[in-house]
């Protein structure tokens, strides 16, 4: 996987939203997961029926750290969202993945090399808002 691949990672979950408790890292197995409830901006048939989300598993492997800001692990009533994915190499094949959040919110995992993999775990389902997310520019 190169940044490009996870360019289209973070495209797929822009907007993506998730509580604290949905966010997992796994020391021993090198894994930081967060079960996503995203926007399906992939979706062509938004134009015939109601705007969709779908469950999503984001996974990152080879992961050795992992430091945040302005996000609460223990909280999980806060719902927090993605605004984007980013690839930011180090000297060889490591680096860190910048998870940026809506609200000045961000988190960073220190990895060996990037591998990361995004599955859908339940069907679609029509967006609670009925709409699009919209970004002020």
Known sequence: MD????????????DAVFPGA???????ERRFALLLNRFRWEDPGQNRHKPERVQ???????VLRVASQGVDRGD??????VLSLTWEPGEDADGRV????????????????????????????????????????
């Open 3 to 14: 940044s490009d691949d996870l360019h289209v990672l973070s495209a797929l979950c822009q």
């Open 22 to 28: 949905e966010m997992t890292f796994l020391p021993r």
């Open 56 to 62: 999503s598993v984001l996974v990152f492997d080879n």
């Open 76 to 81: 999980s009533e806060t719902v927090y969202s």
């Open 98 to 137: 910048l998870i940026t959040l809506a609200g000045d919110g961000a988190i960073r995992l220190e990895a060996e090399a990037l591998e990361a993999s995004l599955r859908d775990v339940t069907r679609p389902y029509v967006a609670p808002s009925g709409q699009a997310p919209h970004h002020r520019d």
